[in-house]
């Protein structure tokens, strides 16, 4: 009888605590990902300012979240807002360090910027990450290569821990034995 009597108190109490379960934590968790969905539906539509405002509000109820610190510095790349985009990026590389597409879209903010080696610095943390066949290596490997191009087009653009010269790009300190990383802008992936 005392078990028949546990059971049913058990069972009348089971909605009751669910119904507490379902509080503040849950609909903040609700909310972001809410928004989170509406700034990845407005990256996707390339609707960076709606995206920005969406990613806003997600970081601040998931600030610990790479993914949408990530989305966010995409977002304030496309719009220009190179600082905030950094910011974003270099939190989402905080939170985690192998964080793949982080290192792609932190690379092409570096080449956006003229600073092809740190991109160059990101492609080989991609590299030992996850090899040079993961789409994030090949996207980063191909804008390298793009800047490179577009720098043999222009040789006093270069900065000054590169060269350009025949349509490649050297980067001081990754990669060769003389200390540099060269990207052939005729070969699309290094």
């Not at 990613?55 to 719009?79: E, F, M, S, T």
């Not at 905030?84 to 270099?90: E, P, Q």
């Not at 800047?147 to 060769?176: E, H, I, N, S």
Request: hydrophobic share 45%; with cysteine.
């Amino acid at each position: 009888m005392k078990k028949i009597i546990l059971a049913v108190s058990i069972a009348l109490c089971l909605p009751q605590l669910a119904f507490a379960n379902a509080s503040g934590a849950k609909e903040e968790v609700k909310e972001e990902v809410s928004d989170y969905a509406t700034g990845r539906r407005a990256v996707k539509a390339k609707d960076w300012k709606a995206a920005v405002v969406a990613l806003k509000k997600a970081v601040k109820n998931a600030p610990d979240n790479a993914d949408i610190h990530n989305d966010l510095g995409h977002a304030y790349r496309q719009l220009g807002e190179m600082d905030l985009s950094f910011s974003h990026y270099n939190e989402a590389l905080r939170l985690n360090p192998n964080h793949r597409e982080a290192h792609e879209y932190i690379g092409e903010a570096y080449l956006k910027i003229g600073k092809p080696e740190k991109a160059a610095e990101h492609l080989a943390k991609l590299e030992t990450i996850c090899g040079k066949n993961c789409e994030e290596y090949r996207d980063l490997a191909r804008a390298i290569a793009a800047a490179a191009a577009a720098l043999a087009r222009a040789p006093a653009a270069a900065p000054a821990a590169a060269g350009v010269g025949g349509g490649r790009l050297w980067v001081a300190g990754l990669g060769d034995a003389a200390g540099g990383f060269v990207y052939d802008a005729a070969t699309p992936e290094p």
